[in-house]
């Protein structure tokens, strides 16, 4: 006789449920986004209301959110053909696009109303300036044309200490300006060390990332360019007296150790990424480093003063 088939059962996974939308938020990336919004916010002169205070980064947080979920749901087909994006809420179907979409909107219309209404108006013009960044000068318009899209794209991931900033002082001066400079050097290291070890899912979603159009020699010699750019601006606001000694030493210590992971980098030859852990290191020191300077600028302010 033959065997009676199995009864499918659809794994409840497939159901979208919180943690999905969650997940459209990118939360991991976001808590950098929220720290270094906080740390604008803390290390600007004046007073906020803590209430105030919390209500703002909240909306950096929703806005930034709201932005990745945009991000999730144009680049539904790209995510689709990544190993490391494929089981995202979307592209998995957990999540259909229309909801995901109506949730983004609704999210980005939300913080920037609230931080217009409950904050000032700088800070909501700089958070619609840098949703819009993300969503079409990155995702839309850079991201599948040119291997400099995260260059000039990268640009919305620097607005949030402005944004924080902008929050207690309602304007924008030399300090925000540099924090905004220090992210945007950040950011080809942060992410060109990633892009080297997930090459083939990118060569695969043909996403023109520099190691897929210019090769693994091409992208180290730009991290290791990109480096000296990023350490001496690093050290501009304490060189202008803007900032004390545990943002100038936290500065010339870790864009030290940065320096040499960097150019680790530059002299592994390595094409397989098993053999990548220079890039690796890299990649994840980025992270550090960044949380560990915003830190310093905060400690700077508040046990310095
Ligand atoms: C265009 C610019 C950028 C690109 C293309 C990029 C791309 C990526 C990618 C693909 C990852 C891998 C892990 C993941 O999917 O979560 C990652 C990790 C991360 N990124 Fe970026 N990033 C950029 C800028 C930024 C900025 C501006 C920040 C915050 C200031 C940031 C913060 C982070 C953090 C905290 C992680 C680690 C998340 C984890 O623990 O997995 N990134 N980035
Ligand atoms: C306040 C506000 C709106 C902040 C902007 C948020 C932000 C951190 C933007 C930086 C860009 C970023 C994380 C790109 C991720 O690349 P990707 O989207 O190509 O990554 P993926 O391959 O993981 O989708």
Redesign the pocket.
Known sequence: MASVPAVSVTPVSDFADWRDYFALL?P??????V??GLCGLLAAPGHIHPVIGFTAVLCIAVAAGASGALNMWYEADLDARMK??ANRPIPAGRIDPASAFGFAVSLAIGAVAVMALAVNMAAAALLTVSILF?VFV?TVWL?RRTPQ???I??A???F?PVIGWAAVTGDVTALPILLFAL?FL??PP??WS??LF?RGDYANAGVPMLPVTHGARVTRGQILAYTPLLIGVSLVPWAMHLTGAIYGMTAAILGAVFMALAVAVFRNSATDPAAMRPERRL?AF??LY??VMFGALVADRWLLA
Do not use: C, D, E, Q
Request: aromatic share 20%.
């Open positions: 990118k991991r990336v976001m808590t950098l986004v720290f270094t490391r994006t993300y990155y991201k899209n995260i260059v794209g990268g919305a991931g620097a949030p992210i950040w950011t942060h992410f990633l892009a997930v990649f980025s992270v960044l949380f």
